[in-house]
Nanobody, 119 residues
Framework: QVQLVESGGGLVQAGGSLRLSCEASGIRVSINTMGWYRQTPGNERELVAGISKWGDTNYADSMKGRFTISRDNAKNAVYLQMNSLKPEDTAVYSC?????????????WGQGTQVTVSS
Protein backbone atom coordinates (compact mmCIF):
# COMPACT_ATOMS: atom_id res chain seq x y z
CA GLN A 1 0.00 0.00 0.00
CA VAL A 2 1.42 3.34 -1.07
CA GLN A 3 1.23 6.28 1.31
CA LEU A 4 2.51 9.79 0.82
CA VAL A 5 2.43 11.99 3.90
CA GLU A 6 3.16 15.69 3.60
CA SER A 7 4.19 18.03 6.35
CA GLY A 8 5.75 21.44 6.78
CA GLY A 9 3.00 23.73 5.64
CA GLY A 10 1.89 26.74 7.61
CA LEU A 11 1.50 30.48 7.69
CA VAL A 12 4.41 32.63 6.58
CA GLN A 13 4.88 36.26 5.63
CA ALA A 14 5.67 37.26 2.08
CA GLY A 15 9.37 36.88 1.43
CA GLY A 16 9.67 34.04 3.89
CA SER A 17 10.54 30.40 3.43
CA LEU A 18 9.04 27.01 4.13
CA ARG A 19 10.27 23.47 3.59
CA LEU A 20 7.71 20.84 2.76
CA SER A 21 8.36 17.15 3.32
CA CYS A 22 6.77 14.12 1.73
CA GLU A 23 7.45 10.84 3.48
CA ALA A 24 6.75 7.88 1.25
CA SER A 25 5.96 4.28 2.06
CA GLY A 26 5.17 1.46 -0.34
CA ILE A 27 7.05 3.29 -3.10
CA ARG A 28 10.75 4.02 -3.43
CA VAL A 29 11.43 7.63 -4.29
CA SER A 30 14.90 6.69 -5.55
CA ILE A 31 13.53 4.77 -8.53
CA ASN A 32 10.43 6.79 -9.29
CA THR A 33 9.71 10.26 -10.55
CA MET A 34 8.06 12.24 -7.78
CA GLY A 35 6.46 15.61 -7.78
CA TRP A 36 4.75 18.41 -5.93
CA TYR A 37 1.50 19.96 -7.06
CA ARG A 38 -0.59 22.74 -5.64
CA GLN A 39 -4.24 23.67 -5.80
CA THR A 40 -6.35 26.66 -4.85
CA PRO A 41 -10.14 26.64 -4.47
CA GLY A 42 -11.92 26.53 -7.80
CA ASN A 43 -8.76 25.75 -9.74
CA GLU A 44 -7.15 22.60 -11.02
CA ARG A 45 -3.98 21.22 -9.54
CA GLU A 46 -0.86 22.64 -11.13
CA LEU A 47 2.60 21.16 -11.23
CA VAL A 48 5.05 22.88 -8.91
CA ALA A 49 8.12 20.70 -9.37
CA GLY A 50 9.20 17.18 -10.19
CA ILE A 51 12.32 15.11 -9.71
CA SER A 52 13.06 12.09 -11.85
CA LYS A 53 14.67 8.87 -10.74
CA TRP A 54 17.83 10.13 -12.45
CA GLY A 55 17.76 13.38 -10.50
CA ASP A 56 16.52 15.59 -13.32
CA THR A 57 14.25 18.33 -12.09
CA ASN A 58 11.42 20.29 -13.63
CA TYR A 59 9.78 23.44 -12.31
CA ALA A 60 6.81 25.53 -13.24
CA ASP A 61 8.00 28.85 -14.62
CA SER A 62 6.69 30.88 -11.71
CA MET A 63 8.65 28.73 -9.23
CA LYS A 64 12.00 28.67 -11.00
CA GLY A 65 14.72 30.22 -8.90
CA ARG A 66 12.56 30.26 -5.79
CA PHE A 67 11.66 26.60 -5.18
CA THR A 68 13.94 23.60 -5.01
CA ILE A 69 12.87 19.98 -5.07
CA SER A 70 15.12 17.32 -3.59
CA ARG A 71 14.98 13.85 -2.16
CA ASP A 72 16.63 11.76 0.50
CA ASN A 73 16.80 8.16 -0.65
CA ALA A 74 17.77 6.89 2.79
CA LYS A 75 14.69 8.50 4.36
CA ASN A 76 12.55 7.72 1.32
CA ALA A 77 11.35 11.30 1.30
CA VAL A 78 10.95 14.18 -1.12
CA TYR A 79 11.27 17.81 -0.13
CA LEU A 80 10.25 21.18 -1.49
CA GLN A 81 12.23 24.17 -0.31
CA MET A 82 10.24 27.31 -0.97
CA ASN A 83 11.95 30.70 -0.72
CA SER A 84 10.83 34.24 -1.48
CA LEU A 85 7.25 33.20 -0.98
CA LYS A 86 4.49 35.37 -2.40
CA PRO A 87 0.81 35.63 -1.46
CA GLU A 88 -0.05 33.96 -4.75
CA ASP A 89 1.82 30.86 -3.59
CA THR A 90 -0.97 30.27 -1.09
CA ALA A 91 -2.42 26.83 -1.86
CA VAL A 92 -2.68 23.25 -0.72
CA TYR A 93 0.51 21.49 -1.73
CA SER A 94 0.38 17.77 -2.45
CA CYS A 95 2.97 15.13 -3.12
CA UNK A 96 2.47 12.82 -6.08
CA UNK A 97 4.05 9.73 -7.50
CA UNK A 98 5.06 7.86 -9.41
CA UNK A 99 4.77 10.58 -12.06
CA UNK A 100 4.44 9.38 -15.61
CA UNK A 101 6.32 10.45 -18.71
CA UNK A 102 6.02 14.10 -19.53
CA UNK A 103 5.91 15.18 -15.89
CA UNK A 104 2.30 14.16 -15.64
CA UNK A 105 0.74 13.17 -12.34
CA UNK A 106 0.68 9.54 -11.34
CA UNK A 107 -1.66 7.42 -9.30
CA UNK A 108 -0.87 8.29 -5.71
CA TRP A 109 -1.47 11.51 -3.82
CA GLY A 110 -0.81 12.66 -0.33
CA GLN A 111 -3.45 14.39 1.74
CA GLY A 112 -1.91 17.79 1.13
CA THR A 113 -0.53 20.49 3.36
CA GLN A 114 -1.78 24.06 3.48
CA VAL A 115 0.62 26.89 2.73
CA THR A 116 -0.62 30.40 3.44
CA VAL A 117 1.49 33.42 2.57
CA SER A 118 0.40 36.73 4.07
CA SER A 119 1.17 40.06 2.49
Amino acid sequence: QVQLVESGGGLVQAGGSLRLSCEASGIRVSINTMGWYRQTPGNERELVAGISKWGDTNYADSMKGRFTISRDNAKNAVYLQMNSLKPEDTAVYSCNGPMIEGWRPGKYWGQGTQVTVSS
